[in-house]
């Protein structure tokens, strides 16, 4: 009899340890469930203000292209040599692919352009300084909250012909909570025979 009795304790001993293991199995999967809940919306907000950045760079690629086309259009522009950006920090680089180069365009954050072409726009000459008044951190009509910048990049690798008639337009988005956005995009000067 006896016997029966400590083989009945054994058996509650298994059941409260199998109890729990499943209570603490399901709390692990509560938590998770409500870890996955509250960073979703956190996730979609992130990708909507990444999308809106995206779309002031677009809106700035729009304004951009327009202005060009009617400087090439009205005969103005034959090259886009006079427009290119060329300097990060003052200092000369940010066209230049070279791999030791660390101040090469696409090496540098989307935050770190943006914050250069406020700090140093190029007006040392006059076609330069009329792009770059139009088309430094513009505040979108509709919703100044977001904005665009749009510069020239030089795109002829080092040791390459020069061709001034094709060029990097790189316009950069920003929207709230700092959020950037890049969009480039490689442009030609059509020339007509």
């Known amino acids: 009899m006896n016997f029966s009795l400590c083989s009945n304790r054994k058996e509650d001993g298994v059941s409260l340890i199998i109890v729990i293991l499943v209570m603490a199995f399901m709390l692990v999967i509560g938590l998770l469930l409500i870890t996955i809940t509250s960073t979703g919306p956190g996730v979609a907000g992130n990708m909507r203000l990444q999308e809106q950045a995206f779309n002031a760079a677009e809106a700035g690629f729009d304004s951009a292209w327009r202005y060009l086309n009617s400087g090439i259009g009205a005969g103005g522009l034959n090259d886009f040599s006079p427009l290119y950006r060329t300097t990060y920090n003052g200092v000369s680089g ?3 692919p070279d791999p030791l ?3 090469y ?3 540098l954050t ?3 352009l943006w914050n250069d072409v406020i700090a140093h726009p190029d007006n040392s000459n006059p076609t330069v300084s009329a792009f770059y008044l139009n088309f430094t951190a513009q505040p979108m009509p509709d919703d100044s909250r977001f904005s665009y ?3 020239l990049i030089n795109d002829e690798a080092a040791g390459m012909t020069a061709d001034h008639t094709d060029s990097i337009l ?3 988005g920003r929207g709230p909570r700092n959020t950037f956005s890049r969009l480039e995009v490689t442009i030609q000067i059509q020339t007509h025979l």
């Open 110 to 112: 989307d935050q770190q």
């Open 149 to 151: 910048t749009c510069f």
């Open 94 to 96: 940010l066209d230049n």
């Open 101 to 103: 180069n660390p101040s």
């Open 105 to 107: 365009f696409r090496r």
């Open 170 to 172: 790189v316009c950069i």
